[in-house]
């Protein structure tokens, strides 16, 4: 079966357009940038944030690691 990228013109830039990881790394920015702006907007600082976004990580990484 040949490789449909080489033959159907365009394709190698659909392939670049659709994929997965980089919209996880906009999302992920976007949810990060998010919060940072709610924990200013609390009076929080960088320590704060730190402190409250490590919290939430910890937890299912302790479930993960633990199963």
Known sequence: MPNPIGEV???WSATWLLQIMPLFFFVGGYA???SWTAAQRQ???TADFARRRLH???RPLAIFAGL
Do not use: E, F, H, V
Request: hydrophobic fraction near 35%; avoid cysteine; charge should be positive.
């Open 43 to 45: 009076g929080g600082g």
């Open 9 to 11: 013109p365009l394709l």
């Open 56 to 58: 939430r990580l910890y």
């Open 32 to 34: 990060n940038s998010a």
